[in-house]
């Protein structure tokens, strides 16, 4: 039968790496979105957001880059350091509504 | 920094009884929602709540789910008569008027 599995997708970088994250969003009326980090046993911690009326957002060693075109966003950490390993999630939200509508995240996995 | 709380980390109780999962958000915020994410899979929307009364809420939540605020500070979650399948993490979070939500740590619920 079909399991139920724990199948997140998985980046594996060196430390020092550029990291590049991506997420598809399926509302094309969305138009605010966060990227959220979730360490192991942690609720979701905010890392960055950007308005649909932007195209790129930059962070303190993170980048954020959204492509409405496509419904496409995309998280870029710069330096990859073992710290940043966790889960990282997309969310949007379309204007009116309070709710986020969460991705599937991607596990980041740093080694030294 | 401010942060949300929650109480208790883990709880484990047995199919059919009721459960009570306690937050306190933070202080200025406005609007408060319960999220749960069962284990390996995305966070999930179950309920937000302003102004002292629900706005929105999911499909998950069913009549076994209700959520109060009893005081100026507290926000909880109740299921009357717990299932298997609610066994989850179940994340707190609030926000101001604008769209940053903050998260807690999670109560880990086992219905065994």
């Known amino acids: 039968g079909e399991s139920v599995g724990l199948h997140l997708p998985t980046l594996s970088v060196q430390e020092g790496d550029n990291s590049i994250i991506n997420c598809a969003y399926s509302n094309s009326a969305s138009d605010y979105f966060i990227w959220y980090k979730q360490e192991s046993g942690k609720g979701p911690q905010f890392i960055i957001d950007?308005?649909?009326?932007?195209d790129k957002r930059q962070g303190q060693r993170v980048t954020v880059l959204l492509n409405k075109t496509v419904k496409h966003l995309s998280l870029q950490i710069a330096a990859t350091q073992p710290g940043d390993s966790a889960v990282y999630f997309c969310?949007?939200?379309?204007?009116?509504?309070?709710?986020?509508?969460f991705g599937k995240g991607t596990m980041l996995l740093v080694s030294p | 920094e401010p942060e949300v709380t929650q109480t208790p980390s883990h709880q484990v109780t047995q199919m059919g009884q009721e459960v009570i999962l306690r937050c306190v958000p933070i202080s200025n915020h406005l609007y408060f929602y319960w999220y749960r994410q069962i284990l390996g899979q995305k966070v999930e929307f179950l309920v937000s709540f302003y102004n002292n009364e629900i706005s929105e809420k999911s499909e998950i939540f069913d009549d076994q789910f209700s959520v109060e605020r009893p005081d100026g500070s507290n926000f909880t979650l109740k299921i009357r008569s717990t299932k298997l399948e609610d066994s989850a993490m179940y994340f707190c979070?609030?926000?101001?008027?604008?769209?940053?939500?903050?998260f807690g740590s999670g109560t880990q619920l086992s219905v065994l």
């Open positions: 969310a949007e939200n379309m204007w009116g509504y309070s709710t986020l509508t």
């Open positions: 950007i308005r649909s009326n932007m």
């Open positions: 979070a609030s926000k101001t008027d604008n769209e940053k939500l903050f």
